[in-house]
């Protein structure tokens, strides 16, 4: 079976090895990948490795990683699987400490909730998990030349979120932020009185993902400390789920 081209991707031929990734000129872009399915990430980042236009510089399972990663690396853009659990907190973290680096959701439900929550946490695009493989090697392409594409639909769903938000701050006057469950969990630890450590521990994730999860949930909720969590939590008349 002959050779393949990087300019042509994928072949019937199969996927490059693992040794080629990351053999990239030097005009190609950096890409860091992260997900929690280790055969999504490999595969995703082998498959794109055979591309000219692209360089895989480093894999995440988790957001400890992908902090680490992102540090070590210094990637142009950041792929993150939308099933990832707690990958809103992932791409909110991500996007704090550089937030020149565009992050990309790949495989988002096409839904406006889910658009807007993400767009929220700082996305600077998404792709659909209708998508095929050329679709998301176009997209990427056009994150490079400092495009982000998505349906007309979402797109009038953003432009009256940025509306109301315009019109009554941050967040939409009397809207209770949505929490995701991991955040829940959280907010919850924090309300009994647990440290940053005794939460890690509680939900067996690393420290650096304990304090993100604290940091972005003051940022979401507007409290600048940890105390005011539970007064926030009892004036607005939140129940949380007891799974933590």
């Given at each position: 079976m002959?050779?393949?081209?990087?300019d042509d991707g994928p072949s019937a031929s199969g996927i490059s090895a693992p040794n080629q990734i990351g053999a990239a000129d030097a005009s190609a872009?950096?890409?860091?990948?992260?997900?929690?399915?280790?055969?999504?990430?490999?595969g995703l980042a082998e498959v794109l490795a055979r591309y000219d236009a692209f360089e895989i510089v480093g894999v995440a399972a988790d957001l400890d990683e992908a902090l680490a990663a992102s540090s070590a690396r210094?990637?142009?853009?950041?792929?993150?699987?939308?099933?990832?659990?707690e990958g809103l907190t992932a791409a909110r973290s991500l996007s704090n400490v550089d937030?020149?680096?565009p992050i990309v959701a790949i495989a988002l439900a096409e839904?406006?909730?889910?658009?807007?929550?993400?767009?929220?946490?700082?996305?600077?695009?998404?792709?659909?998990?209708?998508?095929?493989?050329?679709?998301?090697?176009?997209?990427?392409?056009?994150?490079v030349r400092g495009e982000q594409i998505c349906s007309t639909r979402?797109?009038?769903?953003?432009?009256?979120?940025?509306?109301?938000?315009?019109?009554?701050?941050?967040?939409?006057?009397?809207r209770v932020p949505t929490l995701t469950a991991r955040e829940?969990?959280?907010?919850?630890?924090?309300?009994?009185?647990?440290?940053?450590?005794?939460i890690s521990r509680r939900l067996n994730i690393g420290l650096a993902t304990t304090k993100s999860h604290v940091h972005n949930l003051l940022?979401?909720?507007?409290?600048?400390?940890?105390?005011?969590?539970?007064?926030?939590?009892?004036?607005?008349?939140?129940?949380?789920?007891?799974n933590a």
């Open positions: 002959g050779a393949v081209r990087k872009a950096r890409l860091m990948i992260v997900s929690d399915i280790r055969f999504l990430r490999e210094q990637p142009q853009i950041i792929l993150i699987d939308a099933a990832l659990p937030p020149q680096i839904t406006e909730t889910d658009v807007i929550a993400w767009a929220e946490a700082g996305i600077s695009g998404y792709v659909p998990r209708t998508a095929g493989l050329s679709d998301l090697v176009d997209f990427l392409r056009s994150i979402v797109a009038a769903s953003l432009l009256r979120w940025i509306s109301t938000t315009s019109r009554n701050g941050m967040q939409p006057r009397g829940e969990q959280v907010v919850r630890l924090i309300c009994t009185g647990l440290s940053n450590k005794e940022a979401k909720l507007e409290l600048e400390r940890r105390a005011q969590v539970a007064r926030w939590s009892r004036d607005n008349g939140v129940a949380f789920r007891d």
